[in-house]
């Protein structure tokens, strides 16, 4: 095995090398000529001239070689079904989905906008739209109708796929419904509309002539042979948009050649998957995650991917472990969230199921505290490894690389940089940080494969969002900061819009949090900088309590408040002690359960909070609003 530092090395200094080995894991129609052309900065294409299909890469070349292994294992707790596609099935099905698509016209290029439930036809809708160059925009089922049709007239697309509804812990969610809603709202309204009835909302309404029955149609497609549309390496596979946890959401672009390589070779290098086994990825397909690693990472690898619908805790808080003994799986990736769910109920329920073939959990989307990391990881006796990565980047920036060398995990860091991101810390003038000192976390251009090829429809927004931190040197913005310590760990404290200015001193909100949440009454915590006349600003934090009995009075309320502030001296000192501690029921947060820092900040700067169409419980920033008077 070689050493991941030299790995790294190679990535970086002999890049074309590199990548010319990676690209060998997907079948190429046609060989690419060049690897990379960077000849516009900071636009990159990867692998030009190359012709590839996704989902001939995730779909056909396995169905060829191992026509009857598991590919696609749909389980959902929400309404019982339980059903396996092998990969000629999901070829099958795939096939039947292009050859509708294309009977309502949809054709390379063209967009189609997937608003759907978790279940198994928005997978085949996806790779249906790969296989024959249509480029998909997947928006989180259940988003709101000003939200829908926001990204309804981004894309334009010639057809919407949907169902007629949702369900979340037994609860109903009206997409149809929605879905009319945003259609009215769009100033660029589709053709056509294709309804999977799954059955649970009787009588919803069809509007003649626009939407179109899948079942029908299904049955007249049943056996249908479409080949696939080889695509130049550049040309787009998705739209998909960020979170919008810190503004707007961004509509990220991305390629086919790149992104297929970049998947191939993180499942071989950083994710440790096989052939033949099974991956079971928590997220939504709706998330970037969702995107990479329940649909088209695992089965790029021949891997089998089990798509879930319902909650980590129904019927019990030990279903993603019976799942994980029931179908053998190898490879399990969650989020520190869905994790801290777990943390709350007994942790015999981790013992409780044979885990004997899970060899890894990953973890990503914000920040994995030490005592989650620690629960987890003693709980099921796996190296359990944080990621840090973007909807931008599509894999993984920061991760262990265990496919490469089993390098030790610590606790709080997603350790090193993946091969292939120039990654650095830089200070506000545009040099680089030295070890352990606190900076922005930047990628030097060209960006690696797999990233965003720009934003889609606005070229001009790419540049300026992401490129115009530093006037020199050219530098792509994560907006997150962090450090990086002497043996190349590095640690993420915070976005850079949340960085909180204590009199000349700044910290990251991460910093303060994980020292509050060292408290063991802190079940969770946010901490925003307020507006402050003597010291610039103050740290302010709101909390949950673990047990509601802590804070019964307005004396215990008091008395928890100043203990949560000595934990923070005792840990920062007491430059990162907070103002007031606030006790809530519960932080206000992204459909996808990251945290709302800035809505919370503007309510207590008595400002406008901003776009919140992808808050997930309006009530929680409604309390805190009420609870500040
Ligand atoms: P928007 O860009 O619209 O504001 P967003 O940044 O939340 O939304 P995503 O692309 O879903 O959208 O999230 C990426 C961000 O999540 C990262 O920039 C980082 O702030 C956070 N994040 C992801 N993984 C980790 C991790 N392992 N540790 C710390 N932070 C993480
Ligand atoms: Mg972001």
Redesign the pocket.
Known sequence: MTSYSAFYRQSIEQPDAFWTEEARLVDWYKPFHQVCDYSRPPFAKWFVGGETNLCHNAVDRHAAARPHDAALIYVSTETGHEITYSFAELKAEVMCMAAIMQSLGVGRGDRVLIYMPMIPEAAFAMLACARIGAVHSVVFGGFAPHSLALRIDDAQPMLIVSAEAGIRNGKEIPYKHLLDEAIELSQMPPNRVLMIDRGLHKGWNKVAGRDVDYETLRAEHRYAEVPVTWLESSEPSYIL??????????GVQRDTGGYCVALASSMKRIYCGEAGETMFTTSDIG??VGHSYIVYGPLIAGMATIMYEGLPINPDPGIWWRLVEKYRVSVMFSS?TAIRVLKKHDPAWLKKSDLSSLKHLF??????DQPTHEWIMSGLDRPVI???????TGWPI?SSVHGVEKTEIRYGT?AFAVYGYKLKIFREDGTECDANEKGIVGIEPPLPPGCLSTVWGDDERFVRTYFSLFKEPLVYS???WGIRDEDGYHY?L??TDDVINVAGHRLGT?EIEEAIQSHPAIAEVAVVGVKDEVKGQMPVAFAVVRDAARIATAELCKALEKEVMLAVDATLGAIGRPSRVHFVGGLPK?R?G?MLRRSIQAIAEGRDPGDLSTLDDPNTLANIKALLG
């Open positions: 948009y960020t979170s919008g946890t810190t503004g707007k959401p961004k998330w970037v520190p973890l990503a989307g914000e920040p994995l944080d990621n840090y990565w973007q909807t931008e920061l997603p994560s907006f997150d993420i915070g976005r991460r992204t996808s990251k």
